[in-house]
């Protein structure tokens, strides 16, 4: 559910007491580990956590007038939800969340990038910390970077060579003679 608020105060405001104090204590987990650079702001409907077009001018491919996600809040209709695009561009990343977050004894629901909970308590607030931690704002747009590279970089396919001159005459001939020869089988 992508809310219209403009600010995170706004955002904040408008969830219910319940919601607001859990998306409140992981806004303080993410913020207290958050590395310099990153600003908060509201991106995409949600609290947002991104490299600032002042740091970063070409801003997220996908659309540059927005600024390079790195991580996100929100409230959906049936949880909430942060967002980690560490995990997402890094498998190693994603592993270390994986262990450390079961390892903490809490229930992971996960997807590419998205871990959904319902509670507070479903959150190991210290390890959602370490996680945002371990990743600084330059290794993150590097990272960025070099998950576009190979795009960029993929040479285009050569075009073909001239035609054999039996090429595609060879390929049909043998299909007529099979269907010929299938007519007069049938015809006898």
Known sequence: MQSKASTVAQYLAGL??????AISAVRRAVLDNLDRGFAEG??????????????YP????????????????????????????SVYADPAEERWLRERW???????????????????EDVPLEVLGEA???????SH??????????AKARPSKPKRGPAKATAPHSRKAPAKKAARAGKARRSR
Not at 16 to 21: L, S
Not at 42 to 55: D, K, L, N, R, T
Not at 102 to 120: E, P, S, V, W, Y
Not at 132 to 138: E, Q, Y
């Open 16 to 21: 219910p007491p319940d919601r607001r104090a």
């Open 42 to 55: 509201m991106q995409y409907g949600m609290i947002g956590y991104y490299v600032p077009h002042s740091i």
């Open 58 to 85: 070409a801003g997220y491919h996908c659309n540059p007038e927005q600024p390079l996600p790195f991580a996100a809040l929100a409230s959906q209709k049936n949880h909430m939800a942060v967002y980690l695009m």
């Open 102 to 120: 079961t390892g903490a004894g809490k229930k992971l629901d996960m997807g590419k990038c998205c871990i959904r909970f319902r509670r507070l």
């Open 132 to 138: 945002i931690a371990r990743v600084s704002l330059k």
């Open 141 to 150: 747009v590097a990272r960025y970077e070099s998950a576009l590279r190979p």
